[in-house]
């Protein structure tokens, strides 16, 4: 085989096993993101851009940072709130020192108003200045843990001031300067409400309940207080001023506007918690202090009655609904101060609960997040590392079965699926693959040999087309001796019959005839060689034609026919030679024949006939012998040249056999890189 030839095959064949081989083209469905994914695409091109902890970082970042926003809100909101109320308990701290300072102030005053009138100080003065003296001592220490905070320095300033100014009062200024102290107590009370933002409570329980207890009870005590330092100073004295009647008649009104102010405040408690309502009892305390009212209405302004057993009962009424007035108070003051605890400790206790809830759900977030980063990070290691495994032809292992269901199982599931299908390719491919190589091998020899037989009969063929051309060659020459022989033997025929016409020159005649003869002689031996040499050509062309097979078949026949011609002719040509010789003896004899001549002459007319009847016939014959050759050496040469062709195949076919060889080892060379179980 030619290296041009293997060239040829190679360039033929490797194309298509490169374009076998070959990863098919993988177009994009898309020819941009954003038609993929339309609003989607930044955060697609993104995501796509970061590794898988990056995305968990960034995701989780999304959510903790606003939740983290939110809880604090929330935090801040609750922690605002607990302040928030805490204060408020601090102002009831503040102020539930305060109502007993003003208690006493007034006892004080009251006091202080009798001795200023009549001259005598009563017994329970100094001690209750004493008192006196020491819960303001409290309200000191108060104002000193929550002054500043509450902002009420200077209304705390403006009472040690009216305090100050009480020890230097006259007789007459005593009611005055007390009221300004017992007024500074109540404006003090005032900022603490605002200071710590019990003004601002923002629930209508705590909120009415704070209005009635620190807007409506210190008026009305204060005002029933008045009443009653007015009202004892005038039965004790006997007498009251029209001033004094203003007075009291201004305090009473102020007593029902705040009173009924009390009711609505202490119903819209109810309305809202009737249990409150029900410990607070604040009806009967209204109803001590209307017939208080009225008692001084009637004593001190319409009858004017100065006994002393209206007195008395005046002083004991007073004395006993201030006290009432009092205890509602504290029990309103105490009442808010548990809403305002429980408020706060609700708000605790929802703070901790949330706390706690928040911790849990984020511990068990961080839990399930963690997991989650756990699955989808071994499931997205182990199908890289399979793939890995697979596309570095490592085939011995298949993935674990997954023991979940979620999308990473599924892929380790077509995973699996994959590397069943490659691991049975494989080995398929394998088994293929050693069999294309026995095959190409056998193949390839086979065509070697093939081209050795093919070369073989190829040169066969040359050598049968040489010697048919001769052959052809030669049977022409035959047919052209024949029908040269043919003709002369009717140039005979026609002199023997003008034999009878000259038998009177026999001598001559004779003479004639012995060289006719003669020459007779020479065509005889000359027919006789060409006879023998057809018969030696027709036998050669039967041998061959029996090598040739079926496609000699006819050129076999069409040679036993010239062979029998030859055979004949050899035949005549013998006879003729009989004949002449006996001429020729008849001749030598002379005269005894002469007689005879006649006849003789006849005989030899009809044999010189038929000599020329067979010499037709052989030259009839010999011409169909060279048509016949000459298309057995046509069809001989269209053989060499299919041969040839064939020869050619042949050794392009063991150049494709040797090239599939190769590409077949190629194969089993990059099959043996996968290693299968």
Same mark, same amino acid.
């Given at each position: 085989?030619?290296?041009?030839?293997?060239?040829?095959?190679?360039?033929?064949?490797?194309?298509?096993?490169?374009?076998?081989?070959?990863?098919?083209?993988?177009?994009?469905?898309?020819?941009?993101?954003?038609?993929?994914?339309?609003?989607?695409?930044?955060?697609?091109?993104?995501? =796509?851009?970061? =590794? +898988?902890?990056?995305?968990?970082?960034?995701?989780?970042?999304?959510?903790?940072?606003?939740?983290?926003?939110?809880?604090?809100?929330?935090?801040?909101?609750?922690?605002?709130?607990?302040?928030?109320?805490?204060?408020?308990?601090?102002?009831?701290?503040?102020?539930?020192?305060?109502?007993?300072?003003?208690?006493?102030?007034?006892? @004080?005053?009251?006091?202080?108003?009798?001795?200023? %009138?009549?001259?005598?100080?009563?017994?329970?003065?100094?001690?209750?200045? &004493?008192?006196?003296?020491?819960?303001?001592?409290?309200?000191?220490?108060?104002?000193?843990?929550?002054?500043?905070?509450?902002?009420?320095?200077?209304?705390?300033?403006?009472?040690?001031?009216?305090?100050?100014?009480?020890?230097?009062?006259?007789?007459?200024?005593?009611?005055?300067?007390?009221?300004?102290?017992? #007024?500074?107590?109540?404006?003090?009370?005032?900022?603490?409400?605002?200071?710590?933002?019990?003004?601002?409570?923002?629930?209508?329980?705590?909120?009415?309940?704070?209005?009635?207890?620190?807007?409506?009870?210190?008026?009305?005590?204060?005002?029933?207080?008045?009443?009653?330092?007015?009202?004892?100073?005038?039965?004790?004295?006997?007498?009251?001023?029209?001033?004094?009647?203003?007075?009291?008649?201004?305090?009473?009104?102020?007593?029902?506007?705040?009173?009924?102010?009390?009711?609505?405040?202490?119903?819209?408690?109810?309305? /809202?918690?009737?249990?409150?309502?029900?410990?607070?009892?604040?009806? #009967?305390?209204?109803?001590?202090?209307?017939?208080?009212?009225?008692?001084?209405?009637?004593?001190?302004?319409?009858?004017?009655?100065?006994?002393?057993?209206?007195?008395?009962?005046?002083?004991?009424?007073?004395?006993?609904?201030?006290?009432?007035?009092?205890?509602?108070?504290?029990?309103?003051?105490?009442?808010?101060?548990?809403?305002?605890?429980?408020? @706060? !400790?609700?708000?605790?206790?929802?703070?901790?609960?949330?706390?706690?809830?928040?911790?849990?759900?984020?511990?068990?977030?961080?839990?399930?997040?963690?997991?989650?980063?756990?699955?989808?990070?071994?499931?997205?290691?182990?199908?890289?590392?399979?793939?890995?495994?697979?596309?570095?032809?490592?085939?011995?292992?298949?993935?674990?079965?997954?023991?979940?269901?979620?999308?990473?199982?599924?892929?380790?599931?077509? %995973?699996?699926?994959?590397?069943?299908?490659?691991?049975?390719?494989?080995?398929?491919?394998?088994?293929?693959?050693?069999?294309?190589?026995?095959?190409?091998?056998?193949?390839?020899?086979?065509?070697?040999?093939?081209?050795?037989?093919?070369?073989?009969?190829?040169?066969?063929?040359?050598?049968?087309?040489?010697?048919?051309?001769?052959?052809?060659?030669?049977?022409?020459?035959?047919?052209?001796?024949?029908? +040269?022989?043919?003709? +002369?033997?009717?140039?005979?025929?026609?002199?023997?019959?003008?034999?009878?016409?000259?038998?009177?020159?026999?001598?001559?005649?004779?003479?004639?005839?012995?060289?006719?003869?003669?020459?007779?002689?020479?065509?005889?031996?000359?027919?006789?060689?060409?006879?023998?040499?057809? /018969?030696?050509?027709?036998?050669?062309?039967?041998?061959?034609?029996?090598?040739?097979?079926?496609?000699?078949?006819?050129?076999?026949?069409?040679?036993?026919?010239?062979?029998?011609?030859?055979?004949?002719?050899?035949?005549?040509?013998? &006879?003729?030679?009989?004949?002449?010789?006996?001429?020729?003896?008849?001749?030598?004899?002379?005269?005894?024949?002469?007689?005879?001549?006649?006849?003789?002459?006849?005989?030899?007319?009809? /044999?010189?006939? #038929?000599?020329?009847?067979?010499?037709?016939?052989?030259?009839?014959?010999?011409?169909?012998?060279?048509?016949?050759? /000459?298309?057995?050496?046509?069809?001989?040469?269209?053989?060499?040249?299919?041969?040839?062709?064939?020869?050619?195949?042949?050794?392009?076919?063991?150049?494709?056999? !040797?090239?599939?060889?190769?590409?077949?080892?190629?194969?089993?060379?990059?099959?043996?890189?996968?290693?299968?179980?």
């Amino acid at each position: 085989m030619s290296d041009a030839t293997k060239l040829t095959v190679v360039r033929r064949v490797s194309p298509e096993m490169q374009e076998f081989l070959a990863a098919p083209k993988s177009e994009p469905v898309h020819k941009d993101a954003f038609h993929a994914h339309g609003l989607w695409t930044l955060g697609v091109v993104l995501m =796509r851009n970061l =590794r +898988f902890k990056s995305k968990a970082f960034l995701i989780s970042m999304m959510f903790i940072i606003p939740m983290l926003i939110l809880t604090w809100m929330y935090f801040s909101n609750v922690l605002e709130n607990i302040r928030f109320s805490e204060k408020e308990r601090i102002g009831i701290e503040y102020t539930r020192q305060i109502f007993p300072v003003i208690n006493l102030a007034q006892q @004080v005053r009251r006091d202080s108003v009798v001795a200023a %009138v009549s001259g005598t100080a009563p017994a329970t003065l100094p001690s209750l200045s &004493e008192k006196l003296r020491q819960e303001q001592q409290k309200l000191d220490e108060i104002q000193k843990r929550y002054g500043k905070d509450l902002g009420v320095e200077k209304s705390y300033a403006s009472l040690q001031d009216a305090l100050s100014k009480i020890p230097s009062a006259t007789p007459a200024d005593v009611f005055k300067l007390h009221t300004a102290y017992v #007024q500074s107590l109540i404006n003090l009370m005032g900022q603490v409400k605002d200071g710590s933002n019990l003004t601002l409570d923002p629930e209508i329980v705590s909120f009415n309940l704070m209005n009635a207890a620190f807007g409506r009870a210190p008026d009305i005590i204060e005002s029933s207080a008045k009443v009653r330092g007015i009202g004892g100073a005038v039965l004790k004295a006997a007498s009251i001023t029209k001033e004094q009647q203003n007075t009291v008649s201004g305090l009473i009104t102020i007593v029902e506007f705040q009173g009924n102010g009390m009711i609505s405040d202490l119903a819209k408690v109810s309305e /809202n918690d009737s249990k409150i309502g029900e410990k607070i009892n604040a009806k #009967q305390v209204l109803d001590d202090t209307q017939t208080f009212f009225a008692l001084a209405r009637k004593s001190v302004i319409d009858n004017q009655d100065y006994a002393p057993e209206t007195q008395a009962a005046f002083v004991a009424a007073a004395n006993k609904t201030i006290e009432s007035q009092y205890g509602l108070a504290d029990r309103m003051i105490n009442e808010l101060d548990h809403l305002l605890a429980d408020r @706060v !400790s609700a708000m605790k206790q929802r703070l901790y609960f949330v706390s706690t809830m928040l911790i849990v759900f984020f511990l068990a977030a961080l839990y399930g997040f963690y997991t989650f980063y756990l699955v989808t990070s071994g499931g997205l290691k182990l199908i890289s590392l399979h793939l890995k495994k697979m596309s570095e032809g490592d085939l011995r292992k298949a993935p674990a079965l997954p023991w979940g269901k979620d999308e990473p199982a599924q892929v380790i599931h077509d %995973v699996r699926h994959t590397y069943d299908a490659l691991h049975g390719l494989i080995k398929t491919v394998r088994h293929s693959a050693r069999a294309l190589h026995a095959t190409s091998s056998e193949i390839s020899a086979a065509s070697l040999d093939l081209s050795s037989r093919a070369e073989s009969a190829a040169a066969s063929l040359e050598e049968q087309s040489a010697t048919i051309e001769e052959i052809s060659s030669i049977v022409s020459n035959n047919a052209e001796q024949a029908s +040269f022989a043919a003709n +002369f033997a009717t140039d005979n025929a026609k002199v023997a019959e003008q034999g009878g016409a000259v038998i009177s020159t026999v001598v001559s005649t004779m003479q004639d005839i012995r060289a006719s003869s003669s020459k007779i002689n020479e065509i005889i031996g000359v027919i006789n060689g060409i006879a023998f040499q057809t /018969n030696i050509l027709a036998l050669n062309a039967a041998v061959e034609a029996a090598r040739a097979g079926e496609q000699g078949r006819g050129f076999a026949v069409v040679a036993s026919e010239v062979r029998n011609l030859a055979q004949r002719s050899a035949a005549a040509a013998d &006879e003729i030679k009989v004949l002449i010789s006996s001429s020729v003896e008849q001749i030598t004899t002379g005269t005894k024949v002469v007689e005879q001549a006649g006849t003789t002459m006849e005989t030899m007319v009809n /044999n010189a006939r #038929q000599i020329s009847i067979s010499l037709s016939e052989i030259s009839a014959a010999t011409k169909e012998q060279s048509l016949g050759l /000459n298309q057995i050496t046509s069809a001989i040469q269209e053989l060499d040249e299919n041969t040839q062709s064939n020869a050619a195949l042949v050794e392009e076919t063991s150049a494709a056999a !040797s090239a599939l060889t190769d590409q077949a080892s190629k194969l089993q060379l990059e099959i043996a890189s996968f290693r299968v179980a």
